[in-house]
């Protein structure tokens, strides 16, 4: 049977906000929650955006020098730090600026675009998430999370309407028919990938959601060999969960964007000796890349160690910093991209489309 989303009663009024206390050089929302990574947050209001994250309602607001908060309401029972919580989601505790400062010496027209971080997602919300992403784009990826949350997550009433929370892997596995509901919610093949998915994860593990955290415990090959048994993960997703959720900020997910970025904007200068402090190590990785025409397993693998090389420990934050800031510098890029549609996974290495998408209204409840 099929489990529907339960409504939570009482909404309370709108509270005051409170000062997250970042500067904008550190974290700017909108490209932050639009670059592909997230899918949940809804634009509320001017520079407003909300979403249902640990049970609570989380309101965002950007202004020019920082960052506020407020939530908006509550599952019964939920309590957590919210402040605490927002400061790990967006890891406040990496300071992106001196990242950026290293950055720029490899490459010194690497920063033009401050206040990008790599979220800290829950890892059950990250990884369902990507396996949606397969053969899609970023707006249609939205719809289906929406449609997800609506049939199993619980909504939460709020002064600017109802939000839902994610699932967890044992609020869907209550579902005893998840291939056919998903079908009907208009995940097409992707379908039995979650039906697969769910049922290994509950059969192997007492609490799956808690086995997913504690992946981020466990070194990056375990990670990825354990995210690779589940149906539907294919390199590219496995990375981006890593990544976005596993606290492996050397993982960079190589999609077809970041592949002609690493192409156009790397390989090149590398083999010219034009980037600054560029390791012999690197030379011979652009000399494999040259005349590769498309990622495969190895020259995916040889693409990563590229960027690795160059932007060390936090490559995977570069990644997501010169994904988004490329977009924007390069119009032909940014076209091509919001054309691009990813091809199926196990095939490495597409996902969402990188166009930053213009966030939907909020459906109304």
């Excluded at 989601?89 to 010496?105: K, M, P």
């Excluded at 949606?132 to 449609?147: F, H, P, Q, W």
């Excluded at 593990?205 to 294919?234: I, K, M, Q, W, Y």
């Excluded at 996974?345 to 459906?363: I, M, N, T, V, W």
Aim: glycine residues 6%; charged residues 25%.
């Amino acid at each position: 049977m099929t489990v529907e989303g339960e409504a939570s009663a009482a909404v309370p009024p709108l509270p005051p906000w409170r000062d997250l206390c970042v500067p904008a050089t550190e974290l700017r929302l909108d490209p932050t929650l639009t670059c592909g990574q997230a899918f949940r947050w809804k634009v509320t209001g001017p520079a407003e955006w909300t979403c249902a994250l640990w049970g609570q309602v989380v309101d965002l607001r950007q202004e020019p020098d920082t960052v506020m908060f407020r939530v908006l309401g509550a599952r019964p029972g939920a309590s957590i730090d919210v402040e605490g919580a927002l400061r790990d989601y967006f890891q406040l505790q990496t300071n992106l600026g001196a990242l950026c400062a290293e950055w720029a010496r490899v490459d010194g027209d690497f920063c033009w675009k401050t206040g990008v971080r790599i979220l800290r997602q829950p890892v059950v919300e990250n990884l369902l998430t990507f396996i949606a992403s397969s053969n899609n784009n970023i707006k249609r990826i939205t719809m289906l999370v929406d449609r997800l949350c609506e049939r199993y997550g619980t909504g939460i009433d709020t002064a600017k309407g109802r939000f839902f929370e994610f699932p967890t892997v044992a609020d869907i596995a209550k579902d005893l028919h998840i291939d056919v509901t998903l079908r009907e919610l208009g995940f097409g093949y992707r379908a039995p990938y979650y039906a697969k998915s769910v049922r290994l994860l509950c059969e192997e593990h007492p609490d799956p959601d808690a086995f997913l955290d504690g992946l981020r415990l466990e070194p990056a090959d375990r990670v990825r060999t354990e995210l690779l048994r589940l149906s539907g993960v294919g390199p590219k997703v496995a990375d981006c969960v890593c990544l976005m959720s596993l606290d492996k900020p050397d993982t960079v997910p190589i999609d077809t964007h970041m592949w002609q970025v690493a192409q156009r904007r790397y390989v090149p200068r590398v083999l010219e000796g034009t980037l600054l402090e560029t390791q012999p190590e690197a030379v011979a990785l652009a000399r494999q890349l040259r005349t590769a025409k498309a990622p495969t397993n190895k020259t995916y693998a040889v693409a990563q160690q590229l960027f690795v090389l160059l932007f060390g420990p936090y490559a995977g934050w570069a990644q997501g910093l010169l994904f988004s800031g490329d977009l924007d510098r390069d119009p032909t890029s940014a076209q091509s991209a919001k054309q691009a549609v990813a091809k199926p996974e196990k095939q490495p290495p597409d996902g969402p489309a990188p166009l930053p998408r213009q966030p939907s209204k909020r459906r109304r409840h």
